[in-house]
């Protein structure tokens, strides 16, 4: 056991220096944590030392665990090839998270031996020198980012080239105009706002500027996490949590990071479904995951970090358009690991990741299955159509794979699936609790019915027998009688049926029509009133659960 006066810090050797790269409250985790990367093959050497802060303030260090490394580290700063390169057009285009995203994938190498996020690289007029001045990576770096923009804007390469030029000197003169801002002694995320002038985007970069000072002291990925989390946190950062999301989107990019934060995982597959639990705010604790962890799936959960799951959801598609199998140690698993992944990623109310994941979920198929021909694609929907359980994965597949118009076969497939399912034992499984099968099957109904995708006819009669399938299931199931029992009190069953009504598990129409009826009938009812005050019991609850019926009706829409 360890006390509250003792840490344990994990130490690498670097530039022949013990640099502290993570600091555990317990001597096993930092031990395992100090052996997981010495495995990784790129460091001279790690340690493990345990600190204790006496009572008189001085500190004693104690070295646990020291081990080398299998030679010494090799610095590869060449720039990685990408395939793409968005167009940017204006100075600020350049801060964009397209443009950051293609900076931190082609100079990876470099970024990653810096210990620096691309936002701290544009921001930073001594890391931009710095870059400048490396060998030739600016002048490559330009010539691939030219000819890949030159392909989409049909300019010729040089005059791309000599623009990305000029704005790259806009770049460093903006960074170097900002030196002169003296930094406050508080480190607070609130003092730094206080510096920031102006107004829009102008503010906007000031405020990433000064953030970038305070960032680029920091050299450790993990570090730099801490310390945007510890910013977040405070009360008034307000709208500039945008800001911060911006960087925390910069750190989602080095795959380190992520190994970093999700910890160990199995295979590729498994990993790509944590990295989506992540973005959406919902994995699981991995175990010796670093203290950070639980603050930035906080801030997914709280929708604060848009940017960020950008980037993560694009990792995810990106693999999936890869080759990288999904199930390496256990090649006879492939297919049940697709099929897990594709489960995660195509849920009954909605596909994590839209159009963009569902077409690198038909790659991947078509890869397994070795799809070829003019019609590939389409035998690869059609097979995961197959794979999928259920007719509400079906149809947001389908939707999402039509989002820039639904072409006539993907459209036949959409008939096909919603005029053949007729119970909603096909639409959601039966395992699902009622509740969440009646929302699951109306919210694909209104992604449907508010489709411009789906022509009309027959959206509209598609939308219809989904209904019909909602309705004949409250009666078969008599869901409406199980809510409205004759036995309970008036009050009970009144309050309860207008709250099923009002609670969205119900498409507006049918469905809603049916559980609206019968609280027609009961308001119809000779004297109602007073018999909900007297089933009500004392006057005084009576009362107040009339006027919290009544305020439901407005809500609801009866009055």
């Excluded at 293609?102 to 020198?129: F, N, Q």
């Excluded at 939707?399 to 034992?425: F, T, Y």
């Excluded at 508010?450 to 199931?477: H, I």
Aim: charged content about 25%; aromatic content about 6%.
């Amino acid at each position: 056991m360890s006390g509250r006066h003792t840490a344990y810090e994990i130490q690498v050797l670097r530039d022949k220096n013990w640099v502290i790269q993570e600091i555990r409250p317990d001597e096993a985790a930092a031990t395992s944590f100090a052996d997981s990367l010495l495995q990784k093959g790129n460091l001279l050497a790690v340690r493990v030392v345990r600190t204790y802060l006496r009572q008189d303030g001085s500190q004693s260090e104690t070295v646990l665990m020291e081990k080398t490394g299998d030679g010494k580290v090799k610095t590869d700063l060449t720039l990685t090839q990408v395939q793409e390169a968005p167009v940017c057009r204006a100075l600020d285009d350049f801060y964009g998270l397209a443009s950051r995203l293609t900076i931190g994938r082609m100079a990876r190498k470099y970024l990653d031996e810096m210990v620096l996020t691309p936002t701290e690289l544009l921001h930073s007029a001594a890391e931009l020198k710095r870059f400048g001045d490396k060998d030739r990576l600016l002048m490559t770096a330009v010539d691939i980012a030219a000819g890949l923009q030159a392909k989409q804007t049909g300019e010729e390469q040089k005059v791309r080239r000599d623009f990305l030029f000029s704005m790259w000197e806009k770049i460093f003169a903006r960074a170097r105009a900002n030196l002169g801002v003296k930094l406050p002694e508080a480190k607070s995320f609130a003092a730094l706002q206080k510096l920031a002038k102006g107004g829009g985007e102008e503010r906007a970069f000031e405020l990433r500027a000064l953030m970038t000072r305070r960032l680029t002291d920091v050299r450790s990925w993990l570090g730099k996490l801490d310390l945007l989390l510890e910013w977040a946190a405070e009360p008034k950062v307000g709208e500039d949590i945008a800001l911060i999301d911006g960087v925390v989107a910069d750190l989602m990019i080095p795959a380190q990071v992520l190994q970093d934060l999700m910890g160990f995982q199995p295979n590729l597959g498994t990993a790509l479904c944590s990295i989506a639990d992540l973005a959406a705010g919902k994995a699981e604790l991995p175990k010796f995951a670093p203290t950070c962890f639980a603050g930035v799936n906080a801030l997914f959960a709280e929708d604060k970090l848009p940017q960020a799951r950008q980037v993560l959801l694009n990792r995810v598609t990106r693999e999936l358009r890869g080759t990288n199998p999904l199930s390496r140690n256990e090649p006879g698993q492939e297919y049940e690991m697709f099929t897990k992944l594709l489960h995660h990623m195509v849920g009954d109310q909605g596909i994590i990741g839209g159009p963009s994941m569902a077409e690198a979920l038909v790659t991947r198929y078509g890869s397994i299955v070795r799809a070829n021909g003019a019609d590939a694609s389409l035998r690869a929907v059609e097979g995961l159509l197959g794979a999928l359980n259920d007719s509400c994965r079906r149809v947001h597949l389908l939707l999402a794979l039509s989002d820039a118009g639904m072409p006539p076969e993907l459209l036949e497939l959409l008939k096909i699936q919603v005029s053949g399912s007729d119970q909603l034992n096909y639409w959601v499984p039966v395992k699902v609790p009622p509740r969440d099968r009646m929302h699951a099957m109306t919210v694909t109904h209104g992604l449907l019915s508010g489709s411009n995708q789906v022509p009309n006819p027959p959206r509209d009669d598609l939308a219809r027998s989904m209904d019909e399938v909602l309705c004949r299931y409250l009666v078969d199931e008599g869901v409406i009688e199980k809510i409205d029992k004759a036995d309970d009190p008036l009050a009970m069953r009144a309050i309860r049926l207008i709250k099923f009504c009002g609670s969205g598990v119900l498409i507006r129409g049918k469905s809603l029509d049916l559980a609206r009826s019968r609280i027609i009938e009961h308001l119809r009812q000779p004297q109602f009133e007073e018999k909900f005050l007297a089933s009500s019991g004392d006057t005084t609850s009576g009362e107040k659960n009339l006027r919290e019926f009544h305020r439901l009706l407005r809500e609801v829409g009866f009055a």
